[in-house]
């Protein structure tokens, strides 16, 4: 069987592979574009001509000394800034954020609420988050490109058409149809994410040649999360968004973990848990407040001056990553991995046991552990994500000829 492959496709597949290099390389000239892309001169102007009419490019003039000029100066291409804006969110425990971001991904503006996530309902958490936004672009003075993209990072368990926010420790309701109430408020198109697929995602395009076709990013905050790339593809659920590494089972009827059940990996490795073991308290309950940053960080300090239940906490959290990666590599091989997230202040104290762990026969093959990198800024690499994708999803539909083009301001 014969495929036909239709002119309007190859047209716009090398359309987005002219915007896809001036993501990755900056503003370029036509000539270096034709070098980056493998078009020819005359596809390159052809396209980016089409582009700059539909003021989805502009071009600005590369400057040389009065003396060298010969002929036309110097022209570079780049995303015309005022094409579009997009709005980032991130949603955490007690917190919400929006940035405004224009078309060449420029940060324009920042908003963040302290809000008590735990307490909310769910229509009281989508207010909030629409008010944030609001008052975010009621700043800007209409001074942007209109808004063509909202993407929203999560701490949890979004549906597998990142529309609904399923579950999370940073609210108790669940099921929440964030997608659908953003996109009838702000009249954007809008994706749920999980943050640690975001965080891959990332990772991946910050450096392809790093971190490969194949790795796993362990985020180690008040939970335990994991984005993981395979054969060059990020890898989702069937019905959800993420790699629930936290909580795979570690002992089976063993500590309450967030979601309700008992013994996932998250009940001993998340930031709550290790402080739960260490001050001794009942690992069948969860905390009514989570542990500060400096409260951790003088656990961290009194597990490295000697034995004790606080060195044992993070050694059992050690402990369940490492049987979950021992897992992980039994289905999918052994991959190199990144650590990210605040908890990786603490992997002094959490290394060796993770790699006594991989190396026990008991739990398997013994296995290598490679770590490429260490990230402790999650939320950046969160919504450096965020924004890539949305950028990818605007450069892929761009209107054609003669469709409904954006509102460029």
């Known amino acids: 069987m014969s495929i036909i492959v239709r002119p309007d496709d190859v047209r716009r597949q090398n359309q987005f592979g002219i915007l896809m290099a001036l993501r990755r390389n900056g503003n370029l000239s036509r000539t270096e574009l034709s070098a980056a892309t493998g078009l020819s001169a005359s596809t390159v102007t052809v396209i980016t001509n089409s582009l700059m009419e539909r003021d989805v490019l502009t071009a600005e003039q590369v400057g040389e000394p009065i003396g060298q000029r010969r002929g036309r100066p110097q022209v570079r291409l780049l995303p015309n800034p005022r094409y579009a804006s997009i709005a980032i969110m991130r949603l955490a425990l007690n917190m919400i954020s929006a940035d405004i971001h224009d078309y060449s991904g420029n940060l324009l503006g920042s908003r963040t609420e302290a809000v008590k996530t735990k307490a909310m309902t769910s229509d009281e958490l989508i207010h909030s988050m629409i008010g944030t936004l609001r008052s975010l672009l009621d700043e800007q003075c209409n001074e942007i490109g209109p808004l063509a993209r909202i993407s929203v990072g999560a701490e949890g368990i979004v549906d597998g058409d990142g529309r609904i926010f399923l579950s999370s420790p940073v609210i108790d309701v669940g099921d929440i149809p964030i997608g659908a109430a953003l996109e009838r408020e702000f009249g954007a198109p809008t994706e749920l994410a999980n943050e640690c697929n975001m965080i891959a995602e990332a990772l991946r395009w910050r450096a392809p040649e790093r971190y490969g076709p194949n790795f796993a990013a362990v985020l180690m905050t008040i939970g335990i999360g994991m984005g993981l790339y395979l054969n060059g593809r990020l890898f989702s659920g069937i019905a959800s968004s993420a790699v629930e590494f936290g909580h795979m089972c570690y002992k089976p009827d063993g500590a309450l973990c967030r979601c309700g059940r008992h013994g996932c990996i998250e009940a001993y490795a998340g930031q709550h848990s290790i402080w739960r073991a260490a001050m001794g308290e009942d690992t069948g309950k969860m905390l009514a407040e989570e542990p500060t940053p400096a409260q951790l960080e003088a656990l961290a300090n009194k597990a490295r001056a000697a034995d004790g239940p606080e060195r044992e906490a993070f050694h059992e959290a050690g402990r369940a990553i490492g049987t979950g990666l021992s897992n992980l590599f039994s289905m999918f091989d052994p991959i ?56 990818i999803f605007l450069d892929g539909n761009i209107p054609g000829v003669g469709e409904m083009p954006l509102r460029v301001g």
């Open 336 to 391: 190199p991995l990144v650590f990210a997230g605040p908890g990786v202040q603490f992997m002094d104290l959490m290394k060796d046991s993770i790699a006594r762990t991989l190396d026990n026969p008991s739990y398997g093959l013994p296995v290598p552990i490679s770590v490429i990198d260490v990230e402790p800024d999650h939320v950046a690499l969160t919504k450096a994500g965020n924004l890539m994708s949305a950028l």
